[in-house]
T-cell receptor, first 115, second 115 residues
Framework: GDSVTQMEGPVTLSEEAFLTINCTYT??????LFWYVQYPGEGLQLLLK?????DKGSNKGFEATYRKETTSFHLEKGSVQVSDSAVYFC??????????????FGKGTLLTVNP | GAVVSQHPSRVICKSGTSVKIECRSL??????MFWYRQFPKQSLMLMAT?????????EQGVEKDKFLINHASLTLSTLTVTSAHPEDSSFYIC???????????FGPGTRLTVL
């Protein structure tokens, strides 16, 4: 079945540091890939997505590129802020018929950014 | 657009009672709704998928008689935790997908505490 493996945290960075959170996946079909962010006590918000190979998703300074050859979708940001502190989830969605577009999540990576 | 609400945001109940959580799509018609459970510092576990007007499809290991799901309209799904016990304490999150969008929109979550 489908699965998502992401870098275990927690990750602690200083403000303006470079961020990378690794994510790899296994899927039988051609999934869409997502990064979600969860701030303390809240639900998930979609951060960015990519629907096909070589697509780059970007939002709020975060980027991730759908790499089919390495089955990866690593999240990067050039300069993190304290407000980026949250849990980040990598996920894939099976778009095959009958799947109801179920999401498969990684375990999440807690990011703490210190001033 | 694409806002999903949950009510209540927090609920505390006594062991043995039943609790109902509502999930509403506020500005779109949700043909499919998903219910997740999240334990502290862990990823989201899909509990069930519900399509409007039909019975929910439960994931393996989820008791359908304990977690009753009703998707009576295109904007409302409810999760009822019956005869709740302390081990049911968790963060429950719903998401909704519309007819023409390959994307799930998440509610803010409901924190259930069973005493």
């Amino acid at each position: 079945g489908d699965s998502v493996t992401q870098m275990e945290g927690p990750v602690t960075l200083s403000e303006e540091a470079f961020l990378t959170i690794n994510c790899t996946y296994t899927a039988t079909g051609y999934p869409s890939l997502f990064w979600y962010v969860q701030y303390p006590g809240e639900g998930l918000q979609l951060l960015l997505k990519a629907t096909k190979a070589d697509d780059k998703g970007s939002n709020k300074g975060f980027e991730a590129t759908y790499r089919k050859e390495t089955t990866s979708f690593h999240l990067e940001k050039g300069s993190v802020q304290v407000s980026d502190s949250a849990v980040y989830f990598c996920a894939l969605s099976d778009l095959s018929g009958g799947s109801n577009y179920k999401l498969t999540f990684g375990k999440g990576t807690l990011l703490t950014v210190n001033p | 657009g694409a806002v999903v609400s949950q009510h209540p945001s927090r609920v505390i109940c006594k062991s043995g009672t039943s609790v109902k959580i509502e999930c509403r799509s506020l500005d779109f018609q949700a043909t499919t709704m998903f219910w997740y459970r999240q334990f502290p510092k862990q990823s989201l576990m899909l509990m069930a998928t519900s399509n409007e007007g039909s019975k929910a499809t439960y994931e393996q290991g989820v008791e359908k008689d304990k977690f009753l799901i009703n998707h009576a309209s295109l904007t409302l799904s409810t999760l009822t935790v019956t005869s709740a016990h302390p081990e049911d304490s968790s963060f429950y999150i719903c998401s909704a997908r519309g007819t023409y969008r390959n994307e799930q929109f998440f509610g803010p979550g409901t924190r259930l505490t069973v005493l």
